[in-house]
């Protein structure tokens, strides 16, 4: 079965550090466009990071130099370190796989999602 | 960078209805074009890709049109199990991957 799952997530205070992780089954993390993204309390979602299989990243700007997505092939397992953490980093963060077919990519495979907080 | 504009933000409907939102990119996105669907505290489900392109065990009463700025998603007769939110996104420009702001459909 393929499926992806979160963890890692928790409550932390601002400036504090985290790192999520998102474990893959049924299919392989390095072969394929990984990404984070969050969903803040009562708000709609924002891709976060991404990852493409030959190792290239990308950042949402709101998070550029204070995260980094990276994969460890042997485990099969995505991860987002977080730094510098605020308050508006306070979200579910879901990772999802993203895919492509004739150009068109979508993500079709998502977590559960993990919750961070940021709060003193 | 791409902004997505869907409308209205809520809608009223009940069990039977057609169903049908909006969503409007900032500029030309072809058919790049997705749609998600959430129910509360679950994760996203992709339903439509390429704007009009079904994902796999997706219901056929969901179904997706527009190329260009302008697209649609449309229920064609609502089942109570659809009451969820919807979120467009554009793949026209990646990795940006812009979400709309999302569209929930409640019980009228």
């Known amino acids: 079965e393929v499926q992806l799952v979160e963890s890692g997530g928790g409550l932390v205070q601002p400036g504090g550090s985290l790192r999520l992780s998102c474990a893959a089954s049924?299919?392989?993390?390095?072969?394929?466009?990984m990404t984070w993204v969050r969903q803040a309390p009562g708000k709609g979602l924002e891709r976060v990071s991404v990852?493409?299989?030959?190792?290239?990243?990308y950042y949402a700007d709101s998070v550029k130099g204070r995260f980094t997505i990276s994969r460890d092939n042997s485990k099969n397992t995505l991860y987002l370190q977080m730094n510098s953490l605020r308050a508006e980093d306070t979200a579910v963060y879901y990772c999802?796989?993203?895919?492509?077919?004739?150009?068109?990519?979508?993500?079709?495979?998502w977590g559960k999602g993990t919750t961070v907080t940021v709060s003193s | 960078d791409i902004q997505m504009t869907q409308s209205p933000s809520s809608l009223s409907a009940s069990v039977g209805d057609r169903v049908t939102i909006s969503c409007r990119a900032s500029?030309?996105?072809?058919?790049?074009l997705n749609w998600y669907q959430q129910k509360p505290g679950k994760a996203p489900k992709l339903l439509i890709y390429?704007?009009?392109s079904l994902q796999s065990e997706v219901p056929s009463r969901f179904s997706g049109r527009g190329s260009g700025t302008d697209f649609t998603l449309t229920i064609s007769t609502l089942q109570p199990e659809d009451f969820a939110t919807y979120y467009c996104?554009?793949?026209?420009?990646?990795?940006?991957?812009?979400f709309g702001g999302g569209t929930k459909v409640e019980i009228k």
């Open positions: 999802a796989r993203l895919s492509v077919s004739y150009g068109y990519y979508y993500m079709d495979v």
């Open positions: 049924g299919f392989t993390v390095s072969s394929n466009y």
């Open positions: 990852i493409y299989s030959g190792g290239s990243t």
């Open positions: 500029q030309s996105i072809s058919s790049y």
């Open positions: 390429a704007a009009s």
């Open positions: 996104q554009q793949s026209y420009s990646t990795p940006q991957l812009t």
